[in-house]
């Protein structure tokens, strides 16, 4: 068995052109006089408000300089000619913008750069929103070799907040619809779905080095989202960002743990056995509960999530009580600390004889991280190969009270979708 984990974790650089710091500078007090020369990525798209803005000091509160890491792979023409991607992080926001450039092969992914950027525009002008004008001696390189990383994200949360994603690097699990034929390839448009009814379009050009990619029903998409012409398209920039290749997730999947047959507000409900109906089937609920609290809980579709409870010195559950037909290629869901708990640590298992006994899949998981740390839940990846009828549960140890040695707080867990065998 194979477990991949991904997590939501990134590791951004900024630039500056004073300090050639790993951030860009927080606003200078204006009341002695000087202004901060420098505007994130976030503060320069903020300013177009839907139609071409040539950019200048005064919109950008005395500014003139902007920057970011490139997260584009110019070499395998996937990305619209002439462009690059740079990306940045700033007071918490990451946000990225597709830049017209004379030399684009000059720019390698992971090149921290810094743009002047007084007179140039940000335009739609190719139907995506870029910045023109930029001159070449106006690009200054900073550093190289940057690490960057896509963040998994579903194709729901890209259709409510697109702005927050556009021209960054991010990471979608979907199927491709149709169901594509045996020795198909990924060149053109195909439609990404999930279990939701939500679409996205996955673009790969004829000039793409890895056109003649085979591609799976269902997989881990990862490349740089944009907003092509009031389309939401992902370009995928080399065959290696198609990962976690899959059967196609299960008809009414994932379970977003929505419509209980049966309120589970306490942790261990003995009048019911802790068995909870859901649109999938019947759950079992052992020290688990349904949590709706916005900002606590880790409610990534709906209303509900699952949360199980903490300090616990025996196992808890969130178990499957019953088998789907067509065993299993992969299981993902997603997951985080509930509010501000300590982490803990789980394993998902398996049971190929109606739950007499189970099996781990991979390794166990001990990452879940707080609010605090980030309201964007992580996304665990399970690889297998079940060919016979299967039912899985996430079991979450029982490692006692948490102490300056143990770490056992709430678990929460939303989405959990199995695929097909492949």
């Known amino acids: 068995m194979k477990n991949i984990l991904k997590n939501s974790i990134l590791s951004v650089i900024g630039v500056s052109l004073l300090t050639l710091s790993g951030c860009f500078k927080e606003d200078i007090n204006?009341?002695?006089?000087?202004?901060?020369?420098?505007?994130?990525?976030?503060?320069?798209?903020?300013?177009?408000?839907?139609?071409?803005?040539?950019?200048?000091?005064?919109?950008?509160?005395?500014?003139?300089?902007?920057?970011?890491?490139?997260?584009?792979?110019?070499?395998?023409?996937?990305?619209?000619?002439?462009?690059?991607?740079?990306?940045?992080?700033?007071?918490?926001?990451?946000?990225?913008?597709?830049?017209?450039?004379?030399?684009?092969?000059?720019?390698?992914?992971?090149?921290?750069?810094?743009?002047?950027?007084?007179?140039?525009?940000?335009?739609?002008?190719?139907?995506?929103?870029?910045?023109?004008?930029?001159?070449?001696?106006g690009i200054k390189k900073i550093s190289t070799g940057n690490t960057k990383v896509h963040r998994p994200v579903s194709i729901g949360a890209l259709q409510r907040q697109p702005d927050e994603y556009e021209s960054t690097l991010i990471s979608i699990t979907a199927d491709v619809d149709p169901e594509p034929s045996d020795g198909e390839t990924i060149v053109g448009s195909k439609d990404l779905v999930d279990g939701q009814g939500n679409t996205l379009e996955l673009l790969t050009e004829e000039s793409a080095s890895f056109k003649d990619l085979k591609v799976a029903p269902n997989a881990s998409f990862q490349g740089i989202f944009l907003k092509e012409k009031d389309k939401l398209v992902l370009r995928l920039q080399k065959a290696e960002d198609m990962i976690n290749a899959s059967g196609r997730i299960y008809l009414g999947w994932p379970e977003s743990?929505?419509?209980?047959s049966h309120p589970k507000g306490s942790y261990n409900m003995v009048d019911i056995n802790n068995n909870v109906g859901f649109p999938t089937g019947e759950w079992h609920?052992?020290?688990?509960?349904?949590?709706?609290?916005?900002?606590?809980?880790?409610?990534?579709?709906?209303?509900?999530?699952?949360?199980?409870?903490?300090?616990?010195?025996?196992?808890?559950?969130?178990?499957?009580?019953?088998?789907?037909?067509?065993?299993?290629?992969?299981?993902?869901?997603?997951?985080?600390?509930?509010?501000?708990?300590?982490?803990?640590?789980?394993?998902?298992?398996?049971?190929?004889?109606?739950?007499?006994?189970?099996?781990?899949?991979?390794?166990?998981?001990s990452d879940a991280h707080t609010f605090a740390s980030s309201s964007t839940a992580k996304e665990a990846v399970f690889l297998m190969d079940i060919q016979e009828p299967v039912r899985f549960r996430v079991t979450k140890l029982g490692l006692g009270t948490s102490s300056p040695s143990v770490e056992n707080g709430r678990l929460g867990i939303d989405d959990f979708a199995v695929y097909k065998s492949y």
């Open 30 to 137: 204006e009341s002695i006089g000087t202004l901060n020369p420098e505007a994130s990525l976030f503060v320069v798209k903020n300013v177009y408000k839907g139609k071409d803005v040539q950019l200048n000091k005064d919109l950008l509160g005395g500014a003139h300089v902007t920057g970011g890491v490139v997260i584009s792979n110019h070499q395998n023409g996937n990305l619209p000619q002439g462009h690059i991607a740079i990306e940045n992080y700033w007071r918490g926001k990451i946000r990225g913008l597709l830049v017209e450039v004379d030399n684009p092969e000059e720019y390698q992914f992971g090149d921290s750069i810094a743009l002047e950027i007084e007179g140039a525009s940000l335009s739609q002008k190719h139907g995506f929103i870029g910045l023109y004008g930029v001159k070449s001696d």
């Open 257 to 260: 743990f929505e419509e209980p």
């Open 285 to 365: 609920l052992f020290y688990s509960i349904t949590g709706s609290t916005a900002g606590r809980d880790r409610i990534v579709s709906g209303e509900n999530a699952i949360r199980i409870q903490q300090n616990l010195n025996h196992d808890a559950y969130l178990q499957m009580n019953f088998d789907l037909p067509d065993g299993a290629s992969k299981v993902t869901f997603w997951y985080g600390s509930y509010y501000n708990d300590r982490s803990s640590t789980f394993k998902l298992e398996y049971s190929t004889d109606q739950g007499q006994t189970w099996q781990q899949v991979g390794q166990e998981v």
